[in-house]
């Protein structure tokens, strides 16, 4: 099993899953068909199915393009949201793909019908894969769209949180810095963020990608998956884990970007008025 990482508009990430005897392949979040069927040619495999992890059109708006470019093309996932979708699944749906085994796990609350997709081969001696959507991010987690704190605290303890500790966390969403840096302020003396941060840092320097994480270095720097630490209830001020998972994802929500000088070159580009054609209205 392969997985090709694919990065796509702002920060978004489809993956390509390819089954490595077969040649066919299982695309996850296909946001971007053009930039997918251009990996697909390039690794001269078949598309066989799309995995949606939920309805949001940087994760799905690609379905119905390529269920018309690809006949056949089979569309999974747990919401009637989903563009192309032929296959809604439940929690803990297994799917077979050749040798490729998928169970599907439900955690809603980003969206009401966000699925996960946990991957793997039998008698494969490489780690599990955990395709996560925008339910747990590296060194952090979804915003509450459409559900709670309660089912956030489901959704990373007991479903996600209980899978191999060696699975490979490979998320929708580029934001690991941003997410470390919250880290660093709610925990200032642990040195596993520090040094995760400082690597992430480097990654992003180099525009390269941060995933994948595992599920074990997660529960040491990633604050939404360390609830029951004593930092963490100092921080917020609270014991209950599910109160502390809700203040977390408040003060993330209000978490501000420290300020970033601009570039003296736009700006100066602005001043001379280089912009002004592409800011006029039409």
Known sequence: MKVKVISVLEDNYMYLVIEESTRDAIAVDAAVPKRLLEIIRKEDVVLRAILTTHHHWDHARGNEELARLCPGLRVYGADERIGALTHRVTHGQELTFGAIRVRCLFTPCHTSGHMCYFMWEDGSPDAPALFSGDTLFVGGCGKFFEGTAEQM???????????????????????????????????????????????????????????????????????????????????TGKTDPVEVLRSLRSEKDNFKKPKERPNPQAMLAFDWGLFSPFLEKK
């Open 153 to 235: 605290y489901t959704n990373l303890t007991q479903i996600l949180g209980t899978l191999p500790k060696e699975t490979k966390v490979f998320c929708g969403h580029e934001c690991t810095v941003r997410n470390l840096k919250f880290a660093l302020k709610v925990e200032p003396e642990n040195e596993v963020v520090k040094k995760k941060l400082y690597w992430a840092k480097q990654r992003d320097d180099e525009d390269l990608p941060t995933v994948p994480s595992t599920l074990q270095e997660e529960f040491l720097y990633n604050p939404f998956l360390r609830v029951t630490e004593e930092a963490l209830q100092k921080f």
